[in-house]
């Protein structure tokens, strides 16, 4: 069988896919982590920022020289740069034979014939209906512990800044059906933990023979196949927490008490310049009333720092309001600006690139701060951990997962991964809690 060596950059849902990739390749390619060994290398790529695409392009290069000492080699390349560029990269990177768009996998197997036969192949078709549900993906990447399963696809949001709308397509939700069956058979394989995952998986919504199925519905669904199943989910716009899929994070003691909830910028008017629909006071609302029903849950988030006409003052604000939330963790990024977005081409990038830089060290600064003295509240308790592997620290230590979804090391006793443990926290970083089984 001929060899198959997957790259895959970006979120989560770019790590699924490559899973589905492998699946559907799996009868023509064997998969090797040797990239030296591959006679097809795919890379999964991401447009989000555009030092994403950048990393790629370097790549593509490296693949170039490599390609001339191995003519037989093939390239192909897939996922939201892709999408995003079209065919313009067939010309650009010599290094390419083929391109897929993310919801154009199943016609990979053409796609290479044609490559092979030297013709010019790409397929960056999006659907409206495309969601791959009766693929079962080949979970290479997992650790046998937790795995993903992609729930919805695409975006209808159109946030001013984010192009994933234009590369990966409209919302649209799976057969609940075909999900369970992946979670029951992530159990029936070992698995302790699944991630319901979508660019936007509170807006889930699936609707057959007059019934309709929501997020919260879903989750329900999920977490009553076992209580031995942890259940998970990301990522989350605020305008769509409902209060349903609050009470039954409360309620089921296997859903995780962890919801990552990107707010993005602070200030109500920011938000409004980044078409969030949702102000200052609703997001702090939404938090409030996760705190209430759900108070030891713990709430991570996104920002994006020098967005357009970003002012002091409502820099001043998105920390003000990451103090108030007091985020356990937060992905922080400085704005890049995406073509054929909303702020593309209604307003001008008009932050200096230092400031920028200045606002997002003020961010992660603070942030640090935060992640400390939220661990350092864990100091004394015990919590229950999924253990998911060896410390790389040392071999006498494990890792797992806290229900809040911080990472802590504990010497190993006698668990070994894929068990519950109840470890006490004897002390903290800000990324990792320190502890021991009891
Ligand atoms: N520039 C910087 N960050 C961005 N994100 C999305 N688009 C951009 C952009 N153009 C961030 C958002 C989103 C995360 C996945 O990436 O914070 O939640
Ligand atoms: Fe992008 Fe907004 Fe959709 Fe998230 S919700 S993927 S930030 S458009």
Same mark, same amino acid.
């Given at each position: 069988?001929k060899?198959?060596f997957?790259?895959? @950059?970006?979120?989560?849902?770019?790590?699924?896919?490559?899973?589905?990739?492998?699946?559907?390749l799996?009868?023509?390619?064997?998969l090797?982590?040797?990239?030296?060994?591959?006679?097809?290398?795919?890379?999964n790529?991401?447009?989000?920022?555009?030092?994403?695409?950048?990393?790629v392009? =370097?790549?593509?290069?490296?693949?170039?020289?490599?390609?001339?000492?191995?003519?037989?080699?093939m390239v192909?390349?897939?996922?939201?740069?892709?999408?995003?560029?079209?065919?313009?990269?067939?010309?650009? =990177?010599?290094?390419?034979?083929?391109?897929?768009?993310?919801?154009?996998?199943?016609?990979?197997?053409?796609?290479?014939?044609?490559?092979?036969?030297?013709?010019e192949?790409?397929?960056?078709?999006?659907s409206?209906s495309?969601?791959?549900?009766?693929?079962?993906?080949?979970?290479y990447a997992?650790?046998?512990?937790?795995?993903?399963?992609?729930?919805m696809?695409?975006?209808?949001?159109?946030?001013? @800044?984010?192009?994933?709308?234009?590369?990966?397509?409209?919302?649209?939700?799976?057969?609940?059906?075909?999900?369970?069956?992946?979670?029951?058979?992530?159990?029936?394989?070992?698995?302790?933990?699944?991630?319901?995952?979508g660019?936007?998986?509170n807006?889930?919504? @699936?609707e057959?023979?007059?019934?309709?199925?929501?997020?919260?519905?879903l989750?329900?669904?999920?977490?009553?196949?076992?209580?031995?199943?942890?259940v998970?989910?990301?990522?989350?716009?605020?305008k769509?927490?409902?209060d349903?899929?609050?009470?039954?994070?409360?309620?089921?003691p296997?859903?995780?008490?962890?919801?990552?909830?990107?707010?993005?910028?602070?200030?109500?008017?920011?938000l409004?310049?980044?078409?969030?629909v949702?102000?200052?006071e609703?997001?702090l609302?939404?938090?409030?009333?996760?705190?209430?029903?759900v108070?030891?849950?713990?709430?991570?988030?996104?920002?994006?720092?020098g967005?357009?006409?970003?002012?002091?003052?409502?820099?001043?604000?998105?920390?003000?309001?990451?103090?108030?939330?007091?985020?356990?963790?937060?992905?922080?990024?400085k704005?890049?600006?995406?073509d054929?977005?909303? =702020?593309?081409?209604?307003?001008?990038?008009?932050?200096p690139?230092?400031?920028?830089?200045?606002?997002?060290?003020?961010?992660i600064?603070?942030?640090?701060q935060?992640s400390?003295?939220?661990?350092q509240?864990?100091?004394?308790?015990?919590?229950?951990?999924?253990?998911?592997?060896?410390?790389?620290?040392? =071999?006498?230590?494990?890792?797992?997962?806290?229900?809040?979804?911080?990472?802590?090391?504990?010497?190993k006793?006698?668990?070994?991964?894929?068990? @519950?443990?109840?470890?006490?926290?004897?002390?903290?970083?800000?990324?990792?809690?320190?502890?021991?089984i009891?």
């Open positions: 069988m060899k198959l997957i790259e895959t @950059y970006g979120c989560q849902m770019n790590v699924a896919d490559s899973e589905v990739v492998a699946s559907i799996a009868s023509q390619y064997e090797t982590t040797q990239e030296d060994d591959a006679d097809l290398i795919l890379i790529t991401c447009a989000v920022r555009d030092n994403a695409e950048q990393r392009r =370097a790549r593509l290069r490296e693949l170039e020289s490599w390609k001339r000492r191995r003519p037989a080699l192909g390349l897939l996922g939201c740069m892709a999408e995003r560029l079209k065919t313009q990269l067939l010309h650009d =990177a010599p290094a390419l034979d083929f391109i897929a768009g993310p919801d154009a996998y199943r016609t990979l197997p053409e796609l290479i014939e044609k490559a092979a036969a030297g013709e192949a790409y397929d960056v078709t999006l409206k495309e969601t791959y549900d009766d693929i079962m993906p080949l979970r997992a650790n046998g512990v937790s795995g993903f399963i992609s729930i696809r695409g975006c209808d949001n159109f946030c001013a @800044y984010c192009v994933v709308p234009f590369t990966r397509g409209r919302e649209r939700s799976r057969n609940p059906q075909t999900i369970l069956a992946e979670a029951r058979q992530l159990l029936a394989d070992g698995y302790k933990e699944v991630t319901l995952l660019q936007n998986v807006s889930y919504r @699936y057959a023979d007059g019934r309709v199925t929501t997020f919260a519905d989750m329900e669904m999920v977490a009553l196949l076992s209580p031995q199943l942890r998970r989910f990301a990522t989350s716009h605020p769509d927490i409902s349903e899929l609050i009470h039954v994070i409360a309620k089921y296997n859903v995780c008490k962890f919801i990552h909830l990107p707010v993005q910028a602070g200030s109500t008017s920011m409004q310049r980044m078409r969030r949702y102000t200052r609703q997001y609302e939404r938090i409030a009333t996760i705190k209430r029903v108070p030891e849950c713990s709430i991570a988030t996104d920002i994006i720092a967005f357009s006409g970003e002012t002091e003052e409502e820099h001043q604000a998105t920390l003000s309001l990451m103090r108030e939330v007091g985020y356990a963790a937060a992905y922080m990024f704005y890049s600006v995406r054929n977005t909303y =702020a593309a081409t209604h307003y001008q990038d008009d932050i690139e230092e400031l920028k830089i200045k606002r997002l060290e003020e961010i600064a603070l942030q640090q935060l400390l003295e939220s661990n509240q864990d100091v004394g308790k015990v919590f229950e951990v999924l253990v998911e592997g060896t410390s790389k620290r040392s =071999a006498d230590q494990l890792f797992g997962r806290t229900s809040q979804n911080k990472v802590a090391v504990f010497p006793k006698d668990a070994k991964k894929g068990d @519950y443990v109840q470890v006490r926290i004897l002390s903290c970083t800000a990324a990792t809690l320190m502890g021991e009891v």
